[in-house]
């Protein structure tokens, strides 16, 4: 019979952190940290900031913006790697205190997981790491200006796709989420694990009526895991079920 346990899946900014990490990786790049020197960190900043401005002007959307951010990134150059470290340790700042033990069994492997996000991947992924996932989406670095970021249908593809490859298709799914932007693997999960607003709540529960919603924002570490176990162990039951009156009725048909 086919493993029932489901799979997690965690979107990065409002979910797993508290907050949006677009603004901590802009300021990162602001700043600079130490890379080669004063007049090196002033062009940086200034290129940065006439992106901004365009952006705040509507001449430019949010995913350009953040395809031009990856080749600055790129082309700034890190000796030492030290603004790539300040920034990481950041926003390890914001982690959710009550996903901890979550993540702790996310980090030990006693279940099975993946991050999605649109954050690019020049910090998500070492960020990731670090939280301890093993299987990691986010907008590839290196990308074309035209290529979508990691959000949307395009999103759900992508983690539909993975877990084809992990072989993890036919197991229930808990997606941990805050925004609607995700409605397309929302609608493809059999449970969410709710972080944002009670109003946009409301909404998703409109828009995905065949996934079940909890909110799990006001939880503390231990209801969380609480929370999560019952969601687990009441599908994995339901999956099992099917499963079986599945096998039974092929019996049947082959008697």
């Known amino acids: 019979m086919p493993r029932a346990d489901p799979v997690l899946i965690f979107d990065l900014d409002g979910t797993v952190l508290r907050r949006n990490s677009f603004p901590y990786?802009?300021?990162?790049?602001?700043?600079?940290?130490?890379?080669?020197?004063?007049?090196?960190?002033?062009?940086?900043?200034w290129r940065v900031q006439q992106l901004l401005l365009r952006r705040k002007l509507g001449r430019l959307g949010h995913d350009t913006l953040l395809r031009e951010l990856q080749q600055i990134w790129a082309r700034a150059g890190d000796p030492g790697g030290e603004?790539?470290?300040?920034?990481?340790?950041?926003?390890?700042?914001?982690?959710?205190?009550?996903?901890?033990?979550?993540?702790?069994?996310?980090?030990?492997?006693?279940?099975?997981?993946?991050?999605?996000?649109?954050?690019?991947?020049?910090?998500?992924?070492?960020?990731a790491r670090e939280l301890g996932f093993l299987h990691v989406l986010a907008t590839p670095a290196g990308?074309?200006?035209?290529?979508?970021?990691?959000?949307?249908?395009?999103?759900?593809?992508?983690?539909?796709a993975l877990l084809d490859t992990q072989g993890w298709t036919q197991r229930p799914r808990i997606f941990f989420n805050d925004h609607m932007d995700d409605l397309p693997?929302?609608?493809?999960?059999?449970?969410?694990?709710?972080?944002?607003?009670?109003?946009?709540?409301?909404?998703?529960?409109?828009?995905?009526?065949?996934?079940?919603?909890?909110?799990?924002?006001?939880?503390?570490?231990?209801?969380?895991q609480q929370t999560l176990a019952h969601i687990r162990q009441s599908l994995e039951t339901a999956q099992l079920a099917r499963s079986a009156s599945f096998a039974g009725s092929r019996a049947r048909t082959f008697s």
């Open 25 to 45: 990786w802009t300021m990162a790049l602001l700043t600079g940290g130490r890379i080669s020197g004063l007049r090196a960190r002033a062009t940086l900043s």
């Open 83 to 127: 603004m790539a470290a300040r920034l990481q340790a950041r926003l390890l700042r914001l982690a959710r205190r009550n996903l901890r033990l979550v993540l702790r069994s996310v980090a030990n492997l006693s279940v099975d997981s993946v991050l999605a996000t649109a954050a690019a991947a020049e910090y998500a992924e070492p960020l």
């Open 143 to 160: 990308a074309t200006a035209t290529e979508p970021c990691n959000r949307g249908e395009h999103k759900r593809d992508r983690v539909l």
């Open 185 to 224: 693997l929302m609608q493809v999960s059999q449970a969410v694990c709710w972080f944002g607003s009670g109003k946009a709540l409301r909404t998703a529960r409109a828009a995905a009526p065949g996934t079940r919603f909890v909110s799990c924002r006001g939880l503390n570490a231990e209801e969380m």
